[in-house]
């Protein structure tokens, strides 16, 4: 080839890797934005969740918050690691979706979150600790105690109510009569 012919060569080879380079950073470009926009979209949406919902899944326990919202309320203490707690997990997740502005379902992995219990009388998981919408711990009715078993906690000098708990896994079923008999429709 001749040195004109390598010009001529260089020059068309310029003329079409220019625009195309050219495209190709219009496309990347594009295609940052469009990502940055879902990511953004994605976190407003998760923080817009969180703003209007209460998670299921807690790591701590602010009982003084949780009675603020006027509605009954259980929390279960237990982890993604054991079996009745395992089996119960679709039962909280239905009955939070559910009950959203009714009552207050949360989860607390006492294994990921060791302190989170340490004001709870828990000895075994899966528990549950029940209250009322006023904040006063549940008392449920003659019938449902003798078909579930409660644990009641009182306090050593007042002998006040401080705890209704049920240990161990439990049903939809019966916890629908529990937040039913708290007044959850």
Same mark, same amino acid.
Request: charged share 25%; with cysteine; proline share 5%.
């Given at each position: 080839?001749?040195?004109?012919?390598?010009?001529?060569?260089?020059?068309?080879?310029?003329?079409?890797?220019?625009?195309?380079?050219?495209?190709?950073?219009?496309?990347?470009?594009?295609?940052?934005?469009?990502?940055?926009?879902?990511?953004?979209?994605?976190?407003?949406?998760?923080?817009?969740?969180?703003?209007?919902? +209460?998670?299921? #899944? !807690?790591?701590?326990?602010?009982?003084?918050?949780?009675? @603020?919202?006027?509605?009954? *309320?259980?929390?279960?203490?237990?982890?993604?690691?054991?079996?009745?707690?395992?089996?119960?997990?679709?039962?909280?997740?239905?009955?939070?979706?559910?009950?959203?502005?009714?009552?207050?379902?949360?989860?607390?992995?006492?294994?990921?979150?060791?302190?989170?219990?340490?004001?709870?009388?828990?000895?075994?998981?899966?528990?549950?600790?029940?209250?009322?919408?006023?904040?006063?711990?549940?008392?449920?009715?003659?019938? +449902?105690?003798? #078909? !579930?078993?409660?644990?009641?906690?009182?306090?050593?000098? @007042?002998?006040?109510?401080? *705890?209704?708990?049920?240990?161990?896994?439990?049903?939809?079923?019966?916890?629908?009569?529990?937040?039913?008999?708290?007044?959850?429709?």
């Amino acid at each position: 080839m001749t040195e004109e012919t390598k010009k001529i060569n260089k020059g068309i080879l310029i003329k079409i890797a220019v625009p195309i380079l050219i495209v190709l950073v219009v496309i990347g470009i594009y295609i940052f934005k469009k990502a940055e926009e879902g990511n953004n979209n994605s976190s407003t949406q998760v923080e817009k969740n969180s703003e209007d919902s +209460l998670p299921l #899944e !807690i790591t701590s326990v602010d009982l003084e918050k949780i009675k @603020s919202y006027g509605v009954p *309320f259980v929390i279960d203490f237990g982890s993604d690691s054991c079996i009745p707690c395992k089996e119960m997990a679709p039962v909280l997740e239905t009955l939070h979706e559910e009950f959203q502005d009714k009552a207050v379902v949360h989860f607390v992995d006492v294994w990921k979150n060791q302190t989170a219990a340490t004001d709870f009388p828990v000895s075994v998981i899966p528990t549950q600790v029940f209250y009322n919408a006023d904040g006063t711990p549940y008392v449920p009715s003659e019938a +449902l105690s003798k #078909e !579930i078993e409660f644990t009641f906690y009182n306090s050593k000098t @007042s002998n006040e109510h401080l *705890f209704t708990v049920h240990q161990g896994g439990i049903t939809e079923e019966q916890m629908r009569k529990i937040f039913a008999e708290m007044g959850v429709k």
